[in-house]
């Protein structure tokens, strides 16, 4: 079988996710994280902008718009023009990371038409790496720094990954739980008896139920469109969904307000 290059794009967002990666993985091994409060009150540390720096420098490489969490976001008059552009949370689980339980990723994301087309989420705690594009289809890599010496996907595993014979999975915010997902996750207790839940951090739960690792993750919280744009394209590729809990219909990004409905995300 021919195993695909990474298109251009693709190869760009790899190299800012795994140079980002060893950033913030420095800032985790000293325990320094210089933790700020945002304006909404979520924390920000030092590895969120050195990464969101590294990442931003290198996507500028392919001359579209970035948009990161931690830097300003262009006006709604000046975005709605753009016919791509990247989506980056650049430490996406700034709790999980100060809590140092390694569930924190770093998630790109290339829209096209509002379309979220290429997707990385790459946690750097154990060097694992979820990504899609177009050409190459989404695949896991793990030791994902060793893999980039090579041609990365010779040491990728296809998605989704079979695994029959286990006990239907939901996974739940470890930050966000509340009342409404207790009771939805009740009512799916009586279809699946042997249901397991499962509390993980960060863009990780997208990246499990894309891989198959997982069937279901419910969020009434507040989420930002860079938080599921990356994740949004491998649940695509990879014949799952995440869908906006009011309309039913997918979720929608380059909005006037990046902010995300409540949404499932759930395998077929």
Excluded: C
């Excluded at 980002?20 to 540390?45: C, M, W």
């Excluded at 590895?47 to 976001?73: G, W």
């Excluded at 207790?189 to 249901?195: A, S």
Aim: aromatic share 6%.
């Amino acid at each position: 079988m021919t195993i695909p290059t990474p298109e251009p794009n693709l190869k760009l967002a790899l190299q800012a996710s795994l140079q980002a990666g060893e950033a913030i993985l420095q800032v985790y091994r000293t325990g320094n994280f210089q933790v700020e409060l945002k304006h909404d009150h979520s924390p920000v540390t030092l590895a969120d902008k050195k990464a969101s720096d590294i990442i931003t420098r290198i996507l500028n490489q392919s001359q579209l718009p970035v948009i990161s969490e931690e830097a300003s976001i262009p006006p709604y008059e000046e975005r709605k023009q753009w016919q791509s552009f990247w989506l980056v949370d650049p430490l996406d689980g700034t709790r999980e990371f100060i809590k140092q339980n390694g569930e924190f990723t770093v998630n790109i994301a290339l829209l096209r038409n509002n379309h979220p087309e290429i997707g990385i989420i790459y946690a750097p705690v154990p060097d694992t790496l979820y990504l899609t594009s177009p050409q190459t289809g989404p695949h896991l890599i793990t030791q994902a720094h060793k893999a980039l010496h090579h041609n990365i996907l010779e040491q990728a595993t296809r998605l989704p990954i079979q695994k029959p014979n286990r006990p239907y999975r939901i996974l739940t915010s470890r930050s966000h739980t509340g009342t409404r997902t207790q009771a939805l996750i009740d009512s799916i207790k009586k279809e699946h008896p042997d249901l397991e839940t499962i509390p993980l951090g960060s863009a990780l739960k997208l990246a499990k139920i894309a891989s198959g690792e997982a069937d279901l993750y419910i969020r009434f919280g507040p989420t930002m469109e860079w938080d599921t744009a990356a994740g949004h394209a491998l649940l695509n590729a990879t014949g799952a969904k995440i869908i906006d809990t009011n309309t039913k219909y997918p979720l929608t990004y380059n909005k006037p307000d990046l902010h995300n409905p409540s949404f499932i995300a759930r395998r077929q």
